[in-house]
T-cell receptor
Framework: EAQVTQNPRYLITVTGKKLTVTCSQN?????MSWYRQDPGLGLRQIYY???????DKGDVPEGYKVSRKEKRNFPLILESPSPNQTSLYFC??????????????FGEGSRLTVL | AQSVTQPDIHITVSEGASLELRCNYS??????LFWYVQSPGQGLQLLLK??????LVQGIKGFEAEFKRSQSSFNLRKPSVHWSDAAEYFC??????????FGTGTRLQVFP
């Protein structure tokens, strides 16, 4: 089954404790992206990647890191989480460039709480 | 600046009633427009998209949307809502960049 898989789905952590949210897709997609969803703000893009070893900042990259060492994986790293990073995070992928392919496939989300 | 506005935060309709969710966009170039649906506890799923051509586009689950360039709008419609349509709906705009700009969403509640 074609899917985007995120782990963990739920996480409660404390300020400053490094964490990684993994994202994996099995569709051989080139494009991958991370979003955060907050009430009243919709989805905001954190980082995206056009292909292996190619990443770029989205609208809200501060406090986050990503890497794209393999085509299928795109982990989101919070080196020193803070309470303002409490949010619902989505990983998404697309076959190619967004305007051309038009469809993002989303994971089920990872709800992160930073105390 | 590029932006998407969904004026209605929350809409409530009765099952079987018609539905229209509003979306207005601001985009300097030719826009590509999308509607996504997010069911509770799930990720987003594409309902429909508009790239060019016929301004009335059909999507999944009986939804349609109409692109009106003069009004910078891309409203989503459904003639008869089902209880399973209760979800949050997001409009998004893209173009010649590698990102989609999402609206803040409209939460749809359906009463029996």
């Amino acid at each position: 089954e074609a899917q985007v898989t995120q782990n963990p789905r739920y996480l409660i952590t404390v300020t400053g404790k490094k964490l990684t949210v993994t994202c994996s897709q099995n569709m051989n997609h080139e494009y991958m992206s991370w979003y955060r969803q907050d009430p009243g703000l919709g989805l905001r893009q954190i980082y995206y990647s056009m292909n292996v070893e190619v990443t770029d900042k989205g609208d809200v990259p501060e406090g986050y890191k990503v890497s794209r060492k393999e085509k299928r994986n795109f982990p989101l790293i919070l080196e020193s989480p803070s309470p303002n990073q409490t949010s619902l995070y989505f990983c998404a992928s697309s076959l190619g460039r967004i305007p051309n392919t038009g469809e993002l496939f989303f994971g089920e989300g990872s709800r992160l709480t930073v105390l | 600046a590029q932006s998407v506005t969904q004026p209605d935060i929350h809409i409530t309709v009765s099952e079987g009633a018609s539905l229209e969710l509003r979306c207005n966009y601001s985009y300097g170039a030719t826009p590509y427009l999308f509607w996504y649906v997010q069911s509770p506890g799930q990720g987003l799923q594409l309902l429909l998209k508009y790239f060019s051509g016929d301004t009335l586009v059909q999507g999944i689950k009986g939804f349609e949307a109409e692109f009106k360039r003069s009004q910078s709008s891309f409203n989503l419609r459904k003639p008869s809502v089902h209880w399973s349509d209760a979800a949050e709906y997001f409009c998004a705009v893209g173009g010649n960049t590698d990102k989609l700009i999402f609206g803040t969403g409209t939460r749809l509640q359906v009463f029996p």
